[in-house]
């Protein structure tokens, strides 16, 4: 444990550094692997969650494509997929540059990551689905890093067909 | 009109004997008929959305748009008038606008530097006198006989409508009285964008015209609701339609029991209440208006939507993008003078509509089916529409129905002079 300016004992950044990352990866990869379940789970019980276009984001408009104002409209969001929607079958497979991390305060992070994600379809169709950065505010007060906030910022306006996984 | 393509057309093409309870697979797939649709429907005597007046507000605003595939301008002079052209150089053809929005002066192309007014009216062509008394234009040469074509512009509700036609009647009498009323009552009031995004669906446009008409499908394709069990008294309801059929308002109203005491002096709808929702705050409402109708749906023909589902509001504006693509606008929208409270509450009601939407995603992928059911059927072969009645009428208290697409097919028909 390093120690602060204010004498406040704080875990050592490269530590920290390593249990974001993890947790980034660990979160497109339950989305790839289809399980869906643990996503809002990465989430604080108030943390929001939402997906923007590039040009809305910019104007400061307040709907996007998705928008989850607390964990429980996540878990709705994924009942909804398993049992409500219809939808053909498809996986997603994101690839990520590593994440540019910012120590804002001694429990919370912020940071941007580029990502791309794939889209494979049941006959093989595949193709770029989307392609954006996160913008996320981490909460580090506890052994797991989670998500206080995740923007999700699509490059594209347009989806292409539909959007039900979450990114 | 090509009055050749038409001909050829119309002697292979007869539409079935049963009329609108009939609709050929055909209509999906004929490139001639594809073709026609833009002369007959889309430069047609019909009015078609544009954009929002909130796109273009002030003096020299432009906005880029389209009429079917036509590739159009709208903009703001100096004096507030909007006005709208084809954006295409009447030099060589070139795109003049390329940016989606902006604001200007003059709309220059930037192939040759011919400048427009932001009327459309040719203002200047460069080395038109030529260079050193070389080259230039021919002396007879006119500008007023080169503009950017022009279309018909009428704002109304916050939308600008625009037509090739001098034919058609002004925007509230091509609706006529029932869906002009409904219109003002949804849009007649300063609007603001709280969000857009598109989706682009694998299907021509027609199908999104039936499926945003088809009140059939709505409570067995859509599951969302009933799966968190949401308790929606709101189920009386029925279809409105225009006196031509081409127009209709799927709609529900609360039921009586929501008149009562109890639910007229809650503040929150009670749409959520002992649902299984985990974050039931999603679908907090407050009445809006007196009339008790809770959701609609209104289909203006050919290409626009109005939804206002409990209170999320959003014009949808659908596109051609060629024979068998689409590309669906979302605008949500709230009014100016809305509460922080309200925009919450629309906000999170966004979720149930849209690309991404809980309530209705299901749309973006299932007109694509039809499409793809339907490749290698005979030239004949037809999609059946007889529920609720044969007819085009308006449907009181039952939304099971196939009504309204009726209506969308009898204006078709009139339209494309298909007998």
Known sequence: MAVNAAGIAEMDDALLRIRIENMFADYVHSIDDDQIEAWPEFFNDSGFYQIISREGYEAGHAIGVMHCDGKGMMMDRVKAMREANIFEPHRYCHVMERPRLHRNSTNAFSARTNFIVNRTMQNGDMETYGCGKYLDLIDVSNDVPRFQRRIVVLDSRRIDILLVYPL | MTEIAAHSLDNSFRWPKEGVTRIPYRLYTDPDIYALEHERIFRGAVWNFLCLEIDIPNSGDFKTTFVGEIPVVVTRDANGDVHAMVNRCAHKGSLVCLQERGNREHLTCVYHSW?????????????????????GMPKDFDPKKHRLEALRVQAYCGMVFGTFSNDTAPVPEFLGKAMDHHVRRNLGRPLKLLGFHSQVMKHNWKLYAEN????????LLHTF????????????????????????ISYAKRATLDESDEYANAKVHSAQYDSQLKGPEMLDAWPEFEDGITHSIQAVFP???????????????????????????WMYLGYEDDTEEQTRMRTNQGNLTGAGGLVSLEDGCINEFVERGT??????????LEMGGRDVAPSEGSRATETSIRGFWQGYRDVMGFA
């Open chain 2, 375 to 384: 490749r290698g059927s005979p030239v004949d072969a037809v999609e059946f």
């Open chain 2, 303 to 329: 290409s626009l939507a109005i939804q206002l589902t409990l209170n999320s509001l959003a014009v949808r504006h659908f596109v051609p993008r060629g024979i068998d693509r689409t590309e669906l606008f």
């Open chain 2, 225 to 248: 609701y009933t799966t968190f069990n949401v308790n929606r008294l709101d189920m009386d309801g029925g279809i409105a339609l225009s006196d031509d059929g081409w127009h209709s």
């Open chain 2, 212 to 219: 945003v008409r088809d009140s059939y499908h709505a409570t």
């Open chain 2, 115 to 135: 400048s427009y007014d932001l009327d459309g009216q040719l203002n200047g062509v460069a080395f038109r006198n030529g260079i050193r008394g070389k080259g």
